[in-house]
């Protein structure tokens, strides 16, 4: 069986930036792919080069075995692309909207209208689309790209300046495209999306792959330590340190925000325990490694969303 | 964690044909006319669009054709002090030939009135003495109406002399108006505004159209989905053509209906002359549209090929005492070669053979820019 997307050693040069460097990735059917990268890592640019609206410098790329560049008008209707703006007629309803780009697909209005249901806009579904909210436009434009059916999605931040709820719900929708059997790709900021909705992730930082994996699997992968925090002002940081080191405790970093006291460390079990004895446990947060400390220890910088 | 699940390949679901069944010549036809109903119903409900196609250019119709109204008949305002036997004299239809012309007030204050002559609001003052001399004092401000004061006024001295002869009049004078059509100012100026608010919409609606696209990515939508570049650029002109046709429709309709326009024979000939033009001028939109990346940038290229095609087309004003560089300028733009041939075949009676050569040369400019669009065209801005 063919793999839905590979790409082998695509590289894109702007001017002086080489954005995307040497890039190599295989999805498989069904899967969903995450890039997870900083503004300027090139995620939009490997993304533009995968669906075939941009020619790779160097390199080859294969959708459902066919090559995507130069347009080729049978793979079209198999792809469906969200994008990042709002890429919509002027003037029109989201209804009119959405019928109209179905219609480029030779799908009827009966599909496109079932759509907009599916997304839960139809009773916007009169609303001019620079009326709309984020959420509501975003999710209109998923729409447009899942109307004609496609086996592959293309999704390039579709959660960007969303509040919290308006995000959530489109996760449980994008969850359901991919549950259906579509295969998904999908750029974003957010290290926790990221982990909520990918099989896997690649992490990705001046125009190259840094890291490939199950975000659970990568997680694991790196030298996790433990973040113990309790509340400041129940010991101080010199106090702390002498009987940790007594106790025998690896310790990692130990600072004091003046808002709590933070521990990171290996060994989590003496450091409670020393903890516990001097009846410093107001405010305990116990942490373990997010995908955010698989990016800080990738790229060694803080993760800029 | 549902990420958990690592790379256990999910087993795709079974999915009726792939990526729409339709038959392709359904699927063409179906984006075809969707896509201009896209087109046409975004400017129907842009009304700055609206505006500057069909009510801006309508506004100078109606704003030169007021003004061309009152300039052909020079009304002249004469006051009559006291009472003078020659004009209450008048009867019927002699009298109602005389006010045609000649605007009589009565006053009583002499002193008064002729101070009011002396500022201009009175062109004449008429004064009868009892042994029948008859006084006219005229303000030289318009020259033109003191002469045809003194005319009238004289002629009407004349006939009154003659008159109290008791004889009938040796000589009868028949003058009868010829029907100029260059002199109508509206019978020029229609063709004229006309081909300058057709330019106008085309040009700035394929260049925004396009630079629009690209900026908010529709066009990569386009490019994305399995429609041809053909269909997208038959829909846009289909689009451009109903426009056209429009502006000439209302135009056409309040010109005769308005203000007096005359058309000849085949003034229908427009249509497919506008028809030409329109593809001209839309070419000349796309190459403005492929060359910019703003619509600021369309807009001002736009602006700079519109506006001295518009003034040396003879749309607003002949162009016949214009110097030799200036003519030359205005023989390669498009515009000019409408006007005439609109002018023509709308109000000077010419007839198939005055509009097919300029609608030959039209296509072929439409055909030479729109290749060198295609040449410069980009899908994306980077």
């Known amino acids: ?94 209804r009119e909207t959405i019928r109209t780009f179905a219609s480029f697909y030779g799908v009827g209005p009966k599909r496109a209208d079932a759509m907009l249901e599916r997304v839960g806009l139809t009773d916007k579904a009169e609303v001019m689309t620079d009326q709309m909210s984020g959420g509501q436009a975003q999710r209109l434009s998923i729409a447009c790209a899942l109307a004609h059916d496609p086996e592959i999605v293309f999704l390039d931040e579709p959660t960007t300046g ?28 957010y290290l926790d999306e ?34 113990i925090s309790v509340a400041s002002g129940q010991l101080t940081v010199e106090r702390a340190r002498d009987l940790l080191t007594a106790a025998g405790a690896d310790i990692a970093t130990l600072e004091d925000d003046s808002v709590s006291l933070s521990v990171s460390t290996r060994l989590p079990a003496p450091v409670l325990s020393v903890l516990a004895e001097q009846n410093a446990l107001r405010g305990l947060e116990v942490r373990g490694a997010t995908l955010e400390d698989v990016f800080l220890q990738l790229t060694g910088r803080e993760y800029r969303a | 964690m549902t990420a958990s699940t690592s790379t256990e390949p999910k087993v795709p679901a079974q999915r009726g044909g792939s990526g729409g069944g339709a038959s392709a010549e359904r699927e063409r036809v179906s984006a075809f006319w969707s896509l201009s109903r ?22 100078f119709l109606v704003f030169f054709g007021s003004l061309g109204k009152g ?26 030939g005389l ?112 630079v629009g696209w690209r900026k908010s990515k529709v066009l990569r939508r386009l490019r994305l989905a399995p429609v041809s570049a053909g269909t997208v650029v038959s829909s846009r002109i289909l689009v451009s053509l109903l426009t056209a ?51 600021e940038a369309a807009n001002g290229i736009s602006q700079i090929i519109v ?31 409408l006007v005439q041939a609109s002018q023509s075949v709308l109000t000077r009676g010419g007839g198939v053979m005055d509009a097919l050569p300029t609608m030959g040369g039209l296509l072929l400019f439409a055909a030479v820019l729109t290749g060198i669009a295609w040449k410069l065209f980009k899908w994306e801005d980077a």
């Open chain 1, 1 to 94: 069986m063919t793999a839905a997307i590979s790409a082998d050693g695509i590289r894109q040069r702007y001017g002086d930036v080489q954005a995307v460097d040497g890039v190599s990735l295989t999805v498989e059917a069904g899967e969903f792919y995450g890039i997870l990268g900083p503004n300027g890592a090139g995620k939009t640019t490997t993304m533009e080069i995968l669906e075939g609206v941009r020619k790779p410098d160097e390199g080859r790329v294969e959708l459902l075995g066919m090559a995507p560049w130069p347009r080729n008008p049978k793979l079209l209707p198999r792809i469906g692309v969200q994008f990042q703006a709002s890429a919509f007629f002027r003037k029109l309803t989201a």
């Open chain 1, 162 to 189: 969303l509040d919290p709820q308006a995000r959530r719900n489109l996760w449980d929708l994008l969850r359901d495209i991919n549950n259906e059997g579509r295969t998904v790709v999908l750029t974003t900021h």
């Open chain 1, 194 to 227: 990221a982990e909520v909705l990918c099989d896997r992730v690649s992490i990705m930082d001046h125009g190259k792959i840094l890291h490939t994996g199950a975000p659970a699997t990568l997680i694991r992968e790196i030298d996790d330590t433990v973040r």
């Open chain 2, 38 to 59: 896209a087109m046409l119903l975004g400017m129907k409900r842009d009304r700055t669009a609206t505006f500057f196609i069909l009510l801006f250019p309508l506004v």
């Open chain 2, 71 to 96: 300039s052909s008949s020079p009304h002249a305002k004469v006051a009559q002090v006291g009472a003078v036997k020659l004009f209450d004299s008048m009867q019927g239809g002699d009298r109602a």
């Open chain 2, 99 to 210: 006010d045609q012309v000649l605007t009589i007030t009565r006053t009583d204050d002499e002193a008064a009135t002729l101070e009011k002559v002396r500022k201009g609001d009175y062109d004449a003052m008429i004064k009868q003495g009892p042994d029948g001399e008859v006084e006219l004092r005229f303000s030289a401000a318009d020259t033109v109406r003191a002469g045809a004061v003194q005319g009238v006024l004289g002629s009407v001295v004349q006939s009154a002399n003659q008159k109290a002869t008791g004889q009938p009049p040796a000589y009868v004078l028949d003058a009868q108006q010829v029907e100029d059509k260059s002199l109508k100012s509206i019978q020029f100026l229609t063709p004229g505004l006309l081909g300058w608010a057709v330019a106008t919409g085309a040009v700035f609606g394929a260049a925004l159209t396009l």
């Open chain 2, 245 to 295: 046709l429009l502006q000439t429709t209302v135009f056409l309709v309040v010109a005769t209906n308005f203000f007096g326009l005359k058309l000849t024979g085949n003034w229908w000939l427009v249509i497919p002359l506008v028809a030409c033009a329109t593809l001209a001028f839309m070419s000349i939109g796309l190459l403005a549209g492929s060359v910019a990346k703003t619509e």
């Open chain 2, 307 to 337: 506006l001295p095609m518009s003034f040396l087309s003879g749309a607003f004003f002949p162009m016949d005492g214009a110097p030799g560089w200036l003519k030359t300028v205005s023989e390669v733009m498009p515009l000019r070669y």
